[in-house]
């Protein structure tokens, strides 16, 4: 690796960086060194690193242009471990650190020396805006290969190939007045916010706070500037009421003022987080911030000129090079032409010079420019150059000269003679675009302003915008901007604030500026070399024309032909000279051709801080019942079921070898039907219901009858939507007479006690009946099989006398010492117990009745027999056998149907529309596999004639399949045009691999269908 | 996200303690089995579904487990006003039209 | 008696009973409180719980009579006695959270339903179906930013408040019943996430675990 | 109309690209048409295409109140897909599928369908049976389509976490060979293109204000640059179709939700497929430029803001990094939102309406644009004659009123 110590542009004072200390960094293999407080892009620049990337589309080589969050080339690859690295990283806004390590994202094999750039100088012709809509269609079969070679060469960046290893966070703030923005206008709004006694929040992206005032030519109070921040900033530290963060962009703004702020809180530190204290920190946190009133101090961005050759490197914003000689003492080049329209340009000639270095000329387009500045340029001796702008930068991987011509912009047209200036350097500014984006990610359009040459933004109620934002820029108004909204942002929110008394501002006066955005070049646009609009998606003037002669006339039409603005710097630089641009060709004005409007977010945000906490282990909660440490140590494996945890199977070990599932379902099936067997039911919802009216609510939204349903009785009840589709099942018990106790289906527990309020409060408020979720407070323990009588009746003081507790009986007591009500219905035909206690008990009834039951046999059993069982009794299991189009006569459950009950509850109205009174509806029943070896696909589609052509018509479909070990057979329960009709009828399922499945249509109850065996 | 006034809570709260649940004013219809199949579907389906002042019914899920009604305007998404359930709004799609139609009189930019 | 059924789901008996938070600590362990512990977390497991249903009016002085505590009218009151020992919260207009020592939940149901007779209401016991974790340190506040959408801030969420709102994926009723502690009423099912999710979110202020 | 090819590039780029034509004329409203589109986007410029184009109806105007395109044909994440569970819509779909095969030729636009395939993934057993059951619907309709398990997911998309380590552990998925994805503006542009060259009139910033309707029989709309005439009028405006309708004088089943997408920035290659998971509900693909394109949740509410909630922006990226950790440090550039019209049943309305010659084609939820060309095609015909075309037929208004409604989303499974 060779060494670059030189630093050569780095002047010999001056700057906010840290002299003392060194850091050595490596781009593009290269070590080089900077100092603490420098970005990776001024210590580019203080190295004499010109190119730091390739461009897109043409691979051109590109230099850094601006100094913060505009930068449009200087993206690239940061990291020196895989896990570590970070794709797109803008140099303008990373913080050097020690061993910083970083390349350029573009460029084969290297940025100097890139293979790409001689196709897009040989092929930048071929490459006009759409060029690839109008080729690659011939033959059609190529076009998978032409992609690939076209995506070969998109991208920035690149993933990282391990899982990240930092953490991010989230904390959700509450603030009466959110101050977006630490310059001038957003010091003096905050200080006036934070006098008031209000809440504050002050967010700035920058790592230091202060924002123009720290590079600023002007004095408050005839003291630089960055003193009067240093001091608020102190200020502002010492108040309680408020939170200042620094290193926070304000990235989105949402509805009702809820901005996030993504907080870098490590990223100047190094590619992972270090260690605090020796405890992990988070890389970055997002500030969830809902505001009272928001003020958006954000400033402006410059507008660089569009003309040839604009993207040669050392080509820079006029206020960006300021800022690297002020902020970082670097002066990134030698000799500088400016090129302007304005008078805020002639801080850029005044600081190179002071730097000591050669300004070769300034070009202004005005022709009489006049003013302080001006008086000030020349009083430097500085040659200025007017009615004229720089049409041309020449050079190949730098700036060469500066082709400079008269102009006239009326009529967009070289007038003179162009003269070519021997420079290294060519700064341009065309005036100042107000920071709108976040007024505009609030759905607000923001309106042109011909004075300012601008948009400014428009406001929702509780926004306000100051200083910069707002299209002010003489220093003393926007500071009195800044201290009106912080007054007025507190007085919104109930906080009187005091006078705030500013400092005296001490600036030049600015002249009118001069409306240029394309300079014309002697050549007509089409045929001039390319002049740069987007500079990272390689837009050209040339592009944005083309697309006008072509149709696109919109603005976000030509946006989208040509990719302007979507790069990942979101056209900060190029939007509004594309929007002129556009509005020059199509011969309408600015506001015309339409608004700019932004998305969030403002600057892109790593999708780790997004996601914050909410990832690996802690995605998505796992909700447990009181019994799963139980069945984690007896080997279970675990069903998703909504969020819960439910044991599917418990494979045990047979002889050294782990049963497969389909053993272990076998072995639990036949101990239930054989013996007993155990399971964990404690997720099935449960909802309380106690009042007067709730059995005339019960009748209302179950389907079937409740008036009768004696105090100690159970019954099954079938819930549907008023469209008459089956939704939720389960049973209810009558405890006393006002009080019944619903189970839900495990899923369904949330929604349906939902569902039970929105009818009770929006449909029926005088039914007197309260609902109340006990789905936790219960543990429920099923235990079934012929042996669980004996087994109770060892641990029970409840009488289990058959007459007595009878089968739809509830009865409480203790079980195992414990308080219980013990409920006698059955989801497996067979004698079923299911014993409810405290959940706190759960776990010492559980092992009691192990205990007891070990000499029964008593087995655990999981989900997939449970099913296995209902099917072969032909119970239905709610979004299995039905979808959310089935009613409960397609179920064959008229059975469990009231048609007489006097009110017409949920769903039976619907059963009477003409879809649903059709004969051929889809309709429950079994399948019996004419193979009994086969066990069918579940999902597998029924068909009458296999023999058809495809498109075959289908019949219905198997919703439930298994192996019963019982039957000793496959069955099947599925859904069948006119199934209740069709018993003993043949249908087929053809397969995947060929094979089409016989079966017969049978009864969908398998095994006991008399019932006998649950009740005995 | 919203930002939204719960009657009953009687204090602002974020939109995730919220669910919608559609268009408020839903009534069901007192005769079921005297309706129509298309009467029915259009109990069922069929909504108003405005591009601006809207009244929609909301539940405080994670709170009071309260339904109430929300008028906003579906494309500023301001909300305009919440009132509990059985109540009617103040504010309505004509009633706002009247607003602008009086300060559009009166020469008031609105 | 509004003909609803009581039952006592707690036993005298010397049972073992496993608090929500059990399972959690077996797997995920729980780091000692130590001096640079920014945050404690503590776990009172096995309280009485019972939600009270019904108007205010109905319930009002059956709940002074009964329990000796005012039923906060106001949304958001949390109301407790003394020794900060029962407590009584407003989760909605007609629905309160009364959490008092464990074993006195069912003597006190007993005795709201003597007292308020044929009105209508509701009370039902979901003592076992919810824990309650207590927070303290000069961190809890942030930990609580971190982990509940809710303004936390003492001006906003003053000793005496109470509210049921979103905590991280889950969701709590967020208490304060004294300047120092915050309470945290999660249902058992979830209590392991919400345990989880606070040792990872209050790592960076060394939580502690009191057992 | 000028035909493109790489050869006339080559021409073009000689010539300094001046003599480029435009794609479409900027026409003045004649007074009558044979039929009006209502509606410029996608679905609306593909029916007036076919019209033109297949059922020799050229005098037709495109009525856009914007510019063409730019709702949600320019708002969504491109997937095309035809893998549905019900006959109807997979009869739909399916002609829709065979459309864009050959869309790029037909059009002389290259529509970049790119058939780099679709998976759904499967988390749960229930996910699998729904799986299983689409796709042996799929297969006996016609459409490919084959299971996949765990390890047949992780062989076609490598990066992504297929462990059990995961909170819902993929199971398998659904994989169509022949989805993709395709350049939505492309979509709007070349059918743009083709039916101006067919003589239809697309007249943009012109937004209907009224329907003239007498005796139940619609006669032309009412505009901001005045009235139009037209025996035959179709509305294909997602986003606007309620509004058009009350406008009409009738409700439709519809509500207007806001759907988000989002880019991260530009990556180099990464990702060749497309990754739909609707249980941890995020979908995936990475675009011809780079860039991760990611599709959100609906929002709850109604909305005409085009633009939603932001926990679902944060729910979606949740899930993103739940199936691909590695992209925890990739970063999201930007979200946007369109306006989808929902029905009940999550499949579109293609229908005659209470006014006679007054047609609808709308909520197609999230699965417009996929939809585009077999819309535009059975809307087309379907206008031509006067009567639904086949395909067409089901998706009647009035299913609604009948009960017959076509539940994609209860049984599918898949909602985009």
């Known amino acids: ?1016 | 996200m919203f930002y939204i006034y719960c009657p009953y809570c009687g204090e602002h709260r974020e939109e995730e303690e919220f669910h919608p649940k559609g268009q408020a004013h839903i009534e069901r219809p007192k005769e079921p089995e005297a309706c129509s199949d298309e009467e029915w579907g259009d109990y069922l389906f069929f909504r108003d579904n405005p591009r601006g002042v809207h009244h929609e019914l909301w539940v405080h899920a994670v709170g009071c487990r309260k339904f109430f009604n929300v008028t906003r305007h579906t494309v500023t998404y301001e909300i305009l006003e919440t009132y509990k359930m059985g109540e009617q709004p103040s504010i309505t799609a004509d009633s706002q039209n009247q607003v602008a139609a009086a300060s559009r009189q009166e020469g008031v930019r609105a | ?211 | ?416």
Not at chain 3, 46 to 55: A, E, K, M, S
Not at chain 4, 185 to 211: P, S
């Open chain 4, 1 to 416: 109309m000028q035909r493109y090819s790489g050869f006339g590039l080559a021409k073009h780029a000689l010539s300094h690209h001046e003599n480029w034509e435009r794609q479409w004329r900027n026409p003045t409203p004649k007074k009558q048409y044979d039929v009006i589109i209502v509606g410029g986007g996608g679905h609306g410029l593909a029916t007036a295409y076919y019209l033109a184009k297949e059922f020799g109806v050229k005098n037709v105007a495109v009525i856009e109140k914007g510019w063409l395109g730019g709702g949600n044909t320019a708002r969504n994440t491109t997937i095309v897909r035809s893998n549905y569970l019900w006959d109807e819509a997979a009869a739909l779909y399916e002609h829709a599928m065979k459309l864009w095969e050959g869309l790029s030729q037909d059009l002389n636009y290259n529509v970049m369908f790119s058939q780099r395939g679709v998976l759904n993934l499967g988390h749960t057993l229930q996910d699998m049976r729904d799986i299983q059951r689409r796709v042996n619907a799929n297969r006996l309709n016609g459409i490919d389509g084959e299971v996949l398990d765990a390890k047949g997911v992780q062989e076609l998309v490598p990066i992504m976490d297929c462990s059990s380590r995961a909170r819902y552990p993929v199971m398998g998925a659904s994989w169509q060979p022949r989805a993709g994805v395709a350049r939505h503006d492309a979509v709007a542009w070349g059918y743009a293109r083709g039916a101006d060259a067919h003589g239809v009139d697309i007249l943009q910033q012109t937004e209907v204000t009224g329907f003239k309707i007498r005796d139940g029989q619609v006669y032309g709309v009412h505009t901001n640059r005045g009235d139009i005439e037209a025996k035959t009028v179709g509305c294909v405006a997602a986003g606007n179709s309620s509004v058009l309708a009350k406008m009409a004088g009738f409700n439709l089943p519809l509500e207007s939700h806001p759907l988000q997408a989002l880019v991260s920035e530009p990556l180099k290659p990464i990702l060749d497929t497309v990754v739909m998971s609707n249980h941890v509900h995020g979908y995936i693909s990475q675009s011809d430029k780079g860039d991760l394109v990611i599709g959100a949740g609906i929002d709850g509410y109604n909305g005409y803001g085009q633009r939603g909630s932001y926990p679902t922006v944060e729910h979606t990226l949740q899930a993103i990094v739940e199936m691909f950790p590695i992209f925890s440090r990739v970063r999201m550039n930007r979200q946007w939102g369109g306006i989808v019209d929902t029905c009940p049943d999550a499949c579109p309305i293609l229908s005659k309406t209470p006014v006679k010659g007054l047609f609808f084609n709308c909520g197609w939820g999230t699965g417009g644009f996929k939809a585009t060309p077999g819309s535009g095609h059975v809307f087309a015909a379907s206008l031509a004659k006067g009567e639904m075309h086949p395909i067409a037929e089901p998706f009647s208004m009035f299913r609604f009123h009948s009960g017959a409604l076509i539940d994609e989303h209860g049984a599918a499974g898949v909602a985009h």
């Open chain 3, 1 to 211: 008696m509004s003909n609803a059924a009581t039952f006592d789901t707690r036993t005298d008996s010397a049972i073992p009973v496993e608090p929500p938070l059990a399972y959690s600590y077996r797997r995920s362990g729980a780091p000692a409180a130590g001096p640079e512990s920014r945050v404690i977390l503590r776990e009172r497991a096995l309280l009485g719980h019972l939600v009270l249903r019904g108007g205010a009016i109905v319930l009002d002085e059956a709940v002074r009579e009964v329990l000796g505590l005012n039923l906060p009218g106001e949304p958001q009151g949390l109301v407790q006695d003394e020794r900060g020992e029962r407590s009584i919260q407003w989760l909605s207009p007609d629905e309160w959270l009364v959490i008092v020592p464990g074993g006195e939940e069912f003597e006190l149901e007993t005795r709201l339903r003597e007292r308020l007779g044929d009105a209508h209401y509701a009370i039902s016991d979901v003592s076992g179906g919810q824990t309650l974790l207590e927070l303290s340190g000069e961190a809890a506040r942030e930990l609580l930013m971190k982990t509940v959408i809710y303004d936390v801030h003492p001006s906003h969420f003053p000793v005496g408040r109470g509210v049921t709102t979103v905590f991280a994926k889950a969701t709590t009723i967020l208490r304060r019943p004294s300047e120092e502690r915050w309470e945290l009423v999660v249902r058992r099912s979830f209590a392991d996430y919400c345990y989880r999710w606070l040792l990872d979110a209050g790592e960076e202020y060394a939580i502690g675990v009191v057992r």
């Open chain 1, 1 to 1016: 690796m060779s060494q670059s110590n030189k630093q050569e542009h780095r002047l010999a004072k001056g700057g906010r960086i840290d002299r003392s200390r060194t850091l050595s960094f490596t781009f593009n293999g290269q070590s080089y060194q900077g100092h603490p407080g420098d970005t990776l892009a001024s210590a580019l620049l203080a190295n004499g690193v010109d190119i730091v990337n390739r461009s897109f589309k043409y691979s051109r080589p590109r230099g850094i242009v601006a100094a913060g969050a505009e930068e449009p080339n200087a993206v690239v690859q940061l990291g020196s471990t895989e896990a570590g690295q970070v794709p797109n990283v803008r140099a303008t806004q990373q913080a050097l650190f020690a061993g910083l390590t970083a390349r350029g994202t573009n460029g084969w094999p290297n940025v100097q020396r890139d293979m790409m750039g001689l196709v897009g100088k040989l092929g930048g012709k071929f490459m006009p805006p759409g060029f690839y809509y109008k080729t690659f269609m011939a033959p059609a079969s190529m076009w998978m290969t032409y992609e690939k070679y076209i995506r070969k060469s998109a991208g920035l960046g690149r993933s990282p190939m391990e899982a990240d290893p930092d953490t991010y966070d989230h904390l959700h703030q509450h603030c009466d007045v959110l101050v977006v923005g630490a310059g001038p206008a957003g010091l003096a709004a905050a200080l006036a916010a934070a006098r008031s006694g209000a809440r504050v929040i002050v967010a700035d992206e920058q790592e230091e706070m202060g924002g123009s005032l720290l590079d600023s030519r002007e004095t408050l109070d005839d003291k630089p500037a960055d003193q009067w921040a240093a001091q608020v900033l102190e200020e502002l530290a010492g108040c309680e009421n408020v939170t200042l963060l620094a290193r926070t962009t304000a990235n989105g703004y949402h509805d009702h003022h809820f901005v996030t702020l993504h907080e870098r809180r490590t990223e100047h530190l190094g590619e992972t987080a270090p260690l605090a204290n020796g405890r992990r920190q988070v890389r970055s946190r997002m500030h969830r911030v809902r505001a009272g009133q928001v003020i958006l101090a954000t400033g402006a961005h410059e507008r660089p000129l569009v003309y040839a050759g604009n993207d040669v490197p050392g080509n820079l914003l006029a206020g960006a090079v300021s800022t690297y000689i002020r902020r970082y003492g670097v002066a990134p080049g030698n000799k500088l032409v400016l090129s302007t329209s304005n008078d805020y340009g002639y801080r850029a000639a005044l600081d190179w010079k002071e730097a000591g270095r050669e300004v070769v000329a300034i070009v202004d387009v005005r022709q009489a420019p006049a003013g302080e500045w001006v008086e000030a340029a020349r009083a430097q001796g500085i040659k200025i150059i007017t009615g004229s702008a720089v049409i041309e930068a020449k050079g190949g991987s730098r700036v060469s000269a500066a082709r400079v011509a008269r102009i006239d912009i009326d009529a967009f047209k070289v007038t003179g003679q162009a003269e070519t200036l021997t420079c290294d350097t060519i700064a341009s500014s065309g005036g100042y675009s107000p920071v709108i984006h976040l007024a505009s990610h609030t759905g607000a359009r923001p309106t042109w302003r011909d004075d300012l040459l601008g948009f400014v933004p428009s406001l929702v109620k509780g926004v306000q915008a100051c200083g910069g934002a707002n299209g002010t820029y003489a220093l003393g108004e926007v500071l009195a901007d800044g201290v009106e909204a912080g007054i007025k942002a507190a007085a919104a929110t109930g906080h009187a604030a005091p006078a705030v008394s500013l400092p005296q501002a001490k600036q030049l006066e600015q002249g009118p500026a001069a409306a240029l955005f394309q300079v014309p070049h002697e050549k007509p646009t089409l045929r001039a070399p390319k002049q740069f609009v987007d500079l990272q998606n390689d837009v050209t003037a040339a592009g944005i024309e083309l697309a006008t002669r072509e149709g696109f006339e919109s603005i976000e039409h030509v946006k989208r032909y040509t990719a302007m603005g979507f790069g990942t710097d979101q056209g900060k630089l190029g939007n509004i000279n594309g929007m002129a641009i556009a509005a020059r060709c199509l011969n309408k004005s600015i506001p015309e051709v339409g608004t700019t409007v932004f998305r969030p977010n403002y600057t892109p945000v790593t999708f780790g801080a997004i996601v914050g906490r909410h990832c690996r282990d802690l995605f998505d909660p796992e909700r447990y019942t009181a019994l799963h440490q139980w069945h984690v140590e007896n080997g279970a494996e675990f069903e998703d079921v909504g969020q819960w945890k439910r044991p599917w199977y418990y494979p045990q070990r047979v002889n050294g070898k782990v049963e497969t599932m389909h053993e272990a379902v076998a072995r639990e099936c036949s101990a239930v039907r054989e013996k007993i067997g155990i399971l964990d039911a404690s997720t099935l919802g449960k909802i309380d219901i106690q009042g007067p009216d709730a059995r005339e609510f019960l009748a209302r939204i179950y389907t079937n009858k409740w008036e009768k349903l004696a105090v100690g009785k159970c019954r099954y009840g079938l819930m549907c939507k008023d469209d008459g589709m089956v939704t939720d099942d389960g049973v209810t018990s009558c405890l006393a007479e006002n009080h019944f106790l619903m189970t839900t289906t495990t899923g369904g527990a949330a929604a349906i006690l939902e569902w039970l309020e929105l009818w009770h409060q929006t449909e029926w408020p005088e039914l007197d009946v309260y609902f109340s979720s006990v789905t936790d407070h219960w543990a429920t323990m099923t235990i079934t099989g012929p042996e669980a009588r004996k087994l109770l009746a060892e641990i029970t003081d409840i009488d289990l006398d058959k007459e007595s507790f009878k089968f739809m009986d509830w009865r409480s007591g203790k079980v195992a010492d414990v308080p219980a009500r013990v409920y006698r219905i059955s989801f497996t035909g067979e004698l079923t117990y299911e014993i409810n206690v405290q959940a706190n008990y759960a776990m010492q009834v559980w092992q009691t009745l192990f205990k007891h039951g070990e000499k029964y046999g008593l087995t655990p059993y999981g989900t997939e027999t449970m099913h296995v069982l209902r099917a072969e009794k032909g119970f239905i299991i709610v979004g299995q056998e039905t979808d959310g189009s089935v009613t409960p006569e397609d179920l064959g459950m008229q059975w469990c149907v009231g048609y007489d009950k006097p009110f017409s509850w949920i769903g039976k109205r619907a059963l009477t529309r003409s879809d649903t009174k059709r004969e051929n509806r889809k309709q429950l029943v079994g399948l019996k596999p004419k193979d009994p070896k086969v066990v069918l696909e579940e999902g597998a589609q029924i068909v009458f004639d296999p023999k058809h052509a495809i498109p075959m018509p289908m019949a219905g479909h198997v919703t439930s399949s298994y192996y019963s070990p019982t039957l000793d057979s496959g069955f099947a329960l599925a859904v069948v045009k006119g199934g209740h009709n069709k018993l003993g009828e043949t249908v087929y399922l053809p397969m995947a691999d060929g094979q089409t499945h016989e079966a017969e249509i049978v009864s969908p109850i398998f095994y006991d269908p008399k019932g006998e065996r649950q009740h005995v």
